[in-house]
């Protein structure tokens, strides 16, 4: 069954702490995103990917980093430099180009 | 750089009633258009996209779109609302530089009885 998952679904730190969020997805997909979603504002983008080794910041990076080690995988850590990273987390994937993303089911992240 | 606009923050609508929720957008030439759905605490799913030809798009969950170039709009359209429609709806421009998605704000509906 093909899809994007993101784990946890919910996920609670201290502040200082560095975090990371999962995003696998088994579609074969060469782009990948990740959106922070606050109440109010849509979904602003945060970092993204066309092709594995390959990524570049969106309109919101700092504070965050991610990797692209394996086409299949995303993970963002969100770091301590982040100064309000209580949010919804979104990752999605898609063909690249003029083609549309899908989305995974998201991570809602409490830092407290 | 490209922007979406969704003027109406919330919208509430009285079950079988027509729907009919605005995006305008900003872009030079011929915009790559998306609407998707979600539902409380969960991801986004497509409703339908635009990217040329015939100008009334159709979707899933029987929605449509039409993107009226004069105007900037593409509009989201259902001719009979269900309690099920109940969601937050985004409307997006694909971004030619970065490939990536730039949304709106959202539109929550909420569905009367």
């Known amino acids: 069954d093909g899809g994007i998952t993101q784990s946890p679904k919910y996920l609670f730190r201290k502040e200082g702490q560095n975090v990371t969020l999962s995003c696998e997805q088994n579609?074969?997909?060469?782009?990948m995103y990740w959106y922070r979603q606050d109440p109010g504002q849509g979904l602003r983008l945060i970092y993204y990917?066309?092709?594995?080794?390959?990524?570049q910041k969106g309109d919101i990076a700092e504070g965050y980093s991610v990797s692209r080690e394996k086409k299949e995988s995303f993970p963002l850590t969100v770091t301590s430099a982040q100064k309000n990273p209580t949010a919804f987390y979104l990752c999605?994937?898609?063909?690249?180009?003029?083609?549309?993303?899908?989305f995974g089911p998201g991570t809602r992240l409490t830092v407290t | 750089a490209q922007s979406v606009t969704q003027p109406d923050i919330h919208i509430t609508v009285s079950e079988g009633a027509s729907l009919e929720l605005r995006c305008n957008y900003s872009?030079?030439?011929?915009?790559?258009l998306f609407w998707y759905v979600q539902s409380p605490g969960q991801g986004l799913q497509l409703l339908l996209k635009?990217?040329?030809?015939?100008?009334l798009v159709q979707g899933i969950k029987g929605f449509e779109a039409e993107f009226k170039r004069s105007q900037s709009s593409f509009n989201l359209r259902k001719p009979s609302v269900h309690w099920s429609d109940a969601a937050e709806y985004f409307c997006?421009?694909?971004?030619?530089?970065?490939?990536?998605?730039?949304f709106g704000s959202g539109t929550r509906l909420q569905v009367q009885p």
């Open positions: 579609l074969n997909h060469d782009a």
């Open positions: 997006a421009v694909r971004d030619t530089g970065r490939r990536a998605l730039t």
């Open positions: 990917s066309q092709i594995v080794n390959d990524f």
């Open positions: 635009y990217f040329s030809g015939d100008t």
């Open positions: 872009y030079g030439a011929t915009p790559y």
């Open positions: 999605a994937s898609g063909r690249g180009g003029v083609y549309e993303q899908y």
